[in-house]
């Protein structure tokens, strides 16, 4: 028996309102206002988002990794490249990423096709992880099946004594990918559920500008 009905968990949204007079006419303008005013507040890591891929044979997944940069060109995050989320973006670039800020009542939702930054891009970020990440990087076999923890942690240490005193090189099968944008809806909760929905869609080498009912 739960302790509280889920039918009954909800809660009221009133901390802000988003009107098109006040959205920027660039959506990563827009994005960066938001995410500054996050990151300066009490959320716990703004940068996580939700990755939802498709594989070959139609299965969605979707699970959260760290948004790790952002400009015009779209958004970056890194993965090992022949992991579940890997394999799925070599068979099908279409992607989603979501961002929850609940202090704030927000979302962004951005649809758009992932595909792998340079390599030089990759290790420029690679070298400022910590070394334990860079480690782990190099281990893990990302999304295989292994007999057991005991395995990681073996394997740890002999790429810890292997590369003692030296650098960690970056692996050949782990890098970056950018998500280009193609829609970009900013989702802002208010009172009975008329949440404000602002969507940018792009159209050639602009962006048009829509709201969207709830």
């Avoid at 009221?12 to 938001?34: G, I, M, R, S, T």
């Avoid at 969605?60 to 948004?67: D, F, M, S």
């Avoid at 790790?68 to 799925?88: H, I, L, M, P, Q």
Wanted: include cysteine; proline fraction near 4%.
């Amino acid at each position: 028996m739960l302790k509280k009905e889920v039918h009954k968990m909800r809660e009221n949204y009133d901390a802000a309102f988003l009107l098109e007079v006040n959205c920027e006419k660039d959506p990563f303008l827009q994005f960066k206002n938001w995410f500054d005013e996050i990151s300066d507040g009490v959320s716990i890591e703004p940068n996580a988002m939700s990755l939802a891929t498709v594989d070959a044979a139609g299965q969605p997944t979707v699970r959260t990794v760290l948004l790790k940069g952002f400009d015009e060109r779209g958004f970056v995050f890194f993965t090992n490249y022949e992991s579940r989320k890997g394999k799925a973006i070599a068979d099908n670039p279409k992607v989603s990423l979501c961002f929850w800020w609940r202090e704030q009542q927000r979302q962004v939702h951005i649809q758009g096709i992932a595909s792998r930054i340079s390599r030089q891009e990759s290790e420029a970020y690679f070298k400022t992880r910590p070394r334990g990440s860079q480690i782990g990087a190099r281990i893990s076999q990302q999304s295989q099946v292994i007999d057991g923890r005991s395995i990681l942690e073996y394997s740890f240490e002999d790429v810890e004594r292997a590369f003692a005193d030296k650098e960690i090189p970056m692996p050949d099968n782990w890098g970056g990918y950018l998500v280009a944008p193609e829609v970009i809806e900013f989702w802002q909760g208010r009172e009975s559920r008329l949440h404000d929905r602002i969507q940018y869609r792009k159209s050639g080498n602009g962006w048009i500008l829509e709201r969207l009912a709830p």
